[in-house]
T-cell receptor
Framework: SQTIHQWPATLVQPVGSPLSLECTVE??????LYWYRQAAGRGLQLLFY??????ISSEVPQNLSASRPQDRQFILSSKKLLLSDSGFYLC???????????FGDGTRLSIL | GDSVTQMEGPVTLSEEAFLTINCTYTATGYPSLFWYVQYPGEGLQLLLKATKADDKGSNKGFEATYRKETTSFHLEKGSVQVSDSAVYFC??????????????FGKGTLLTVNP
């Protein structure tokens, strides 16, 4: 069966520090991968999606970037965090473009 | 473009009460419809889905019917439990709308069930 892992589960970072969140999927090949942010415990905002290694599409211009160095690995990064980057970050995968998407447990990011 | 509108709540019910969370959508192609549930501090879990008109998705006592004529996908449960307390998201993917790679989410409905 397929599983998705995100880490860390919780992260507290100072303003201006770098960020790296990692997501890996097991049990499937060539998945579509997604990063979402959820602010204030409610609505989801799609940040990035990827249909293959090295292929990243950005949905919203921002302080963040994403990379996909391996087929089942998706990384969310920032060079300098802002206070507004606080939130709950969720990674998801799907079988190519076929829905539904399956979500990880999320990373709660707090910026001080 | 595609959109999902759901009642934002919060919804507070007593245990064993009947639950309805309304969801309506607009889509340009051929949408599939989903309900996700998010328990406190966790990620989203797929609760149920329907891929074509008149399909009924069901899981864990929850049901939703894809109504094309009313563009709706309301979530129902006959008797809620305290353990159903969570945020519920309605979502769609649009196979013919040029954006079948993505899910469009409603804003979520917080459900609290009291004993």
């Amino acid at each position: 069966s397929q599983t998705i892992h995100q880490w860390p589960a919780t992260l507290v970072q100072p303003v201006g520090s770098p960020l790296s969140l990692e997501c890996t999927v097991e049990g499937t090949s060539n998945p579509n991968l997604y990063w979402y942010r959820q602010a204030a415990g409610r609505g989801l905002q799609l940040l990035f999606y990827s249909v293959g290694i090295g292929q990243i599409s950005s949905e919203v211009p921002q302080n963040l970037s994403a990379s996909r160095p391996q087929d089942r690995q998706f990384i969310l990064s920032s060079k300098k965090l802002l206070l507004s980057d606080s939130g709950f970050y969720l990674c998801a995968w799907s079988v190519r473009e076929v829905q539904p998407q399956h979500f990880g447990d999320g990373t709660r990011l707090s910026i001080l | 473009g595609d959109s999902v509108t759901q009642m934002e709540g919060p919804v507070t019910l007593s245990e064993e009460a009947f639950l309805t969370i309304n969801c309506t959508y607009t889509a340009t192609g051929y949408p599939s419809l989903f309900w996700y549930v998010q328990y406190p501090g966790e990620g989203l879990q797929l609760l149920l889905k329907a891929t074509k008109a008149d399909d009924k998705g069901s899981n864990k006592g929850f049901e939703a019917t894809y109504r094309k004529e009313t563009t709706s996908f309301h979530l129902e449960k006959g008797s809620v439990q305290v353990s159903d307390s969570a945020v519920y998201f309605c979502a769609l993917s649009d196979r013919g709308g040029g954006s079948n790679y993505k899910l469009t989410f409603g804003k979520g409905t917080l459900l609290t069930v009291n004993p």
